[in-house]
């Protein structure tokens, strides 16, 4: 092994390493800043087993069975919940409406 795929092999490993302690923690991060830098950001979370989604690492992510209907209303195994507002996040900025820092405004 040359020594460029010794290095690429330790980054990833190191990379693997950090993503399987993310996985532990009892939460996911909410802030995307708290989310791993470098080669364990392009790791895909709970990617490590063979577990469908909403068991292992995935189970924090939420359940599986949340539906959302264009009427605005959301069902969890197919029941309606009373609040749909708990099972909905942040709302994600329109890039066009939103200057990003370090990335130059966009040009309508």
């Given at each position: 092994?040359t020594?460029?795929?010794?290095q690429?092999?330790?980054?990833n490993?190191e990379a693997?390493?950090?993503?399987?302690?993310?996985?532990k923690?009892?939460?996911?991060?909410s802030d995307l800043a708290?989310?791993?830098?470098?080669r364990a950001?392009?790791?895909?979370?709970?990617s490590?087993?063979?577990?469908p989604?909403?068991?292992?690492?995935?189970?924090?992510?939420?359940p599986?069975?949340?539906?959302?209907?264009e009427d605005?209303s959301?069902?969890?195994?197919?029941?309606?919940v009373?609040?749909?507002?708990n099972y909905?996040g942040?709302?994600?900025p329109?890039?066009?409406?939103?200057?990003?820092?370090?990335?130059?405004?966009p040009?309508?």
């Open positions: 092994m020594k460029d795929n010794e690429f092999a330790k980054e490993e693997r390493e950090e993503m399987a302690a993310l996985e923690e009892d939460e996911v991060p708290e989310w791993p830098d470098g950001k392009n790791l895909t979370f709970g490590a087993g063979d577990e989604y909403g068991e292992g690492a995935t189970a924090k992510l939420g599986a069975s949340v539906e959302h209907h605005g959301v069902s969890v195994g197919g029941e309606q009373d609040d749909p507002e909905k942040e709302p994600i329109d890039p066009r409406e939103t200057s990003i820092p370090g990335r130059p405004d040009v309508d």
